[in-house]
Each structure stands twice: as C-alpha cells, then as structure tokens.
C-alpha cells in the first residue's frame, strides 16, 4: 500500500557514470516533484511536473533529465555523474485540490546517491 | 522569492513536556500555505501539520499546534507532552497557493531530540 515509492533507495556510483532514479506514486495525484537534500540536509526544489507536463526547472544542470512517461510515474537520469551529485534525492507529489488548487506534497523515502 | 529561516538548529526536551519550533518567512503574496515536516533518522519525510494564510485559526493535529502570525510573518510549532518518537529533524516550508507545481521553500531544519 505504498503511496510513493522510489528505486532504488541507495546508490553508490563512480564519478562518470549515467544513472536513474524512479518514482511511482499510487495516489492518483496530478503533480510530481523531485527534490534534493544535501549534506548539510538542506532541501531544494529541483523539478516538478503536472500531468506529465514540466512546471519548474530549477536552474538544475542539463545532465539531469526528468521523464514522465505517465501521471503516476516521474523519473530522474544524470549523466555524467559528479562528486558534488551526491545527496538524498526526494520524490514527491500532490493532489488537484478544490477549484484546481494544489495541495500537501507527499514524500517518497528518498535515495541515497553516493559518488565516489 | 520566498525564504524560510528557522533560527534553532537544534533543542532538546525531556519526555512529557512541551517544546516550540520557531519559523520565520518573508513572502510578498497574500495567499499562500505553510507546513512542518518531520525527518526522522529513517530519513522519510513526514507531514507534521498545514496551515492556510487566509485562515485566522490556527491549526493543530492531536499534539502539535502552530502560532501562525501573518502580519509578523511567523509560524512557530508547538509539540506537547513531547514522546521519544518525536525526536528528529522539523523543517517549516512555504508554498504559494495557486496554480500547478508550486514548489515548497524550506527552512534549514531543527533538529529536536527528546530525552528521557
């Protein structure tokens, strides 16, 4: 009964690397974001998405990529991975509420992303 | 732009009593939302409490509450009869009401250990 779920939830890399990070949200929620938390766990707004639509780019590098293939599914590819990469990276996703207002973002467990 | 400052880094509280979380922000919209979220050593984010800026009422949920001053720009949660399981990192956030993907601005956490 899993509301959102990321794969995989650690990740230990070599500088270089191309990798990517899933997020699946079973609450039928229209909006999906990712956020990263660095080591200092300070959290930021990376992308978000409504309805397979990008809403936000944060200023993030282009090696990051998001894909949503569906509603229900966003993920994160990074290419050419860096030490600087490493940090917990968070799904998350909200409702339409009334009136087509957003509402509450729920959290995925976050990945671990370690580069070494 | 929106920012979140939450001024303790860390607190503690012995089991049983009563603790606040302070937070500040600075926004100029009118209309917006503002959170807790709780981060626990398991690392899931978890939502503590919301709170709508055009509501005068201040939010609770069973033992947390807020000080929610619009005018001061405060937003300050308060955890009674405090239990080991609170014991974790609290981060406020901002959001802007109003349209899709709207991103949450966070603070840079407190951390909060309760002692018994």
């Not at chain 1, 490493?86 to 009334?98: E, K, M």
């Not at chain 2, 405060?74 to 609290?90: H, N, P, R, V």
Request: charged content about 20%; glycine content about 6%.
């Amino acid at each position: 009964d899993t509301a959102v779920s990321q794969t995989p939830k650690y990740l230990v890399t070599q500088m270089g690397n191309d990798k990517s990070i899933k997020c699946e949200q079973n609450l039928g929620h229209d909006t999906m974001y990712w956020y990263k938390q660095d080591s200092k766990k300070f959290l930021k707004i990376m992308f978000s998405y409504n309805n397979k639509e990008l809403i936000i780019n944060e200023t993030v590098p282009n090696r990051f990529s998001p894909k949503s293939p569906d509603k229900a599914h966003l993920n994160l590819h990074i290419n050419s991975l860096e030490l600087g990469d490493s940090a917990v990276y968070f799904c998350a996703s909200s409702p339409r509420g009334l009136a087509g207002r957003q509402e509450t973002q729920y959290f995925g467990p976050g990945t671990r992303l370690l580069v070494l | 732009a929106q920012t979140v400052t939450q001024s303790q880094p860390e607190m503690s509280v012995q089991e049983a009593e009563t603790v606040t979380l302070s937070c500040t922000y600075d926004t100029s919209e009118n209309n917006y939302y503002l959170f807790w979220y709780k981060q626990p050593p398991s690392r899931q984010m978890i939502l503590v409490i919301r709170q709508e800026a055009y509501k005068q009422q201040n939010a609770t949920e069973n033992r947390f509450s807020v000080n929610f001053q619009k005018a001061a720009k405060s937003f300050s949660l308060k955890i009674s009869d405090s239990q080991l399981g609170d014991t974790a990192m609290y981060f406020c956030a901002f959001m802007k009401h109003g349209g899709y993907g709207n991103k949450l601005v966070f603070g840079a956490g407190t951390i909060l250990r309760v002692k018994s």
